[in-house]
């Protein structure tokens, strides 16, 4: 598998946040989006999801089962997309049986994905009950319970404790060396090593090698 980001640029009304952006990420590497806040890290995530139309260039994934990066993708967003009167595990298996599995992976049970949150035990709480940093935890189970090749994630560790940055660091580790791919804006390290990084710089990208 290989996502190829070739030549993009992406406008937010009428203006230019960056363009040139060209990178090729192969099965088991991890980039992380670093940038001043405005810099264009969300944008640049929202337009690979499909959710911001690109403004030039494409994006393009290559050997998954679809070469949809939309469909063959997880986005995981500033907001966590569970509805707050709702129970976790119904949150869970409402993304889980909405998102079904794409080829070439299978998702975990929800109990499973509950538990390797670390969050047991609170699976029947409505989900507007727990703190932020729970609930947090449980947006991220959403990439355990169905499976997607990529992982497309904007702050993800934002409002964990360092407990949680530790797991979510091994969820990381663990999608990238069953050969998924994983971009991630943040602001603070995801404590992964070898990961490329893709500063943004406003109007731009420009690349270097990150022990991040
Ligand atoms: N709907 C919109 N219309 C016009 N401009 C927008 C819109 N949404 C965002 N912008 C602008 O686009 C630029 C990039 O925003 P973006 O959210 O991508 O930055 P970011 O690097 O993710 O910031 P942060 O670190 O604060 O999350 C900002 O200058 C922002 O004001």
């Not at 964990?160 to 602001?187: K, N, P, Y």
Request: proline share 3%.
């Amino acid at each position: 598998m290989k996502l190829h980001v070739e030549d993009l640029a992406a406008r937010r009304g009428e203006d230019l946040i960056f363009q040139h952006i060209s990178l090729v990420l192969q099965a088991g590497e991890g980039l992380v989006v670093t940038g001043a806040n405005g810099s264009g890290k969300s944008t640049f995530l929202r337009v690979l999801s499909g959710l911001l139309p690109v403004d030039a260039g494409r994006v393009r994934l290559e050997g998954a089962g679809s070469d949809n990066l939309a469909e063959s993708s997880h986005y995981l967003g500033h907001r966590n997309a569970m509805k707050r009167e709702l129970t976790v595990s119904e949150n869970l298996v409402f993304w889980q049986d909405f998102m079904g599995d794409s080829p070439g992976g299978r998702g975990l049970p929800v109990e499973v994905a509950i538990d390797a949150l670390g969050l047991s035990g609170i699976g029947h709480l409505p989900f507007g009950y727990l703190s932020a940093g729970q609930q947090r935890r449980m947006a991220m189970a959403r990439l355990l319970v169905a499976f997607r090749p990529v992982w497309l994630l904007d702050e993800p560790t934002a409002a964990l404790d360092a407990s949680a940055d530790r797991m979510f660091a091994g969820l990381v580790r663990g999608h990238l060396e069953q050969g998924g791919i994983v971009v991630a804006a943040t602001h603070q390290p995801l404590g992964i090593d070898g990961v490329r990084e893709l500063r943004m710089t406003g109007f731009a990208g420009v690349f270097a090698e990150a022990g991040y």
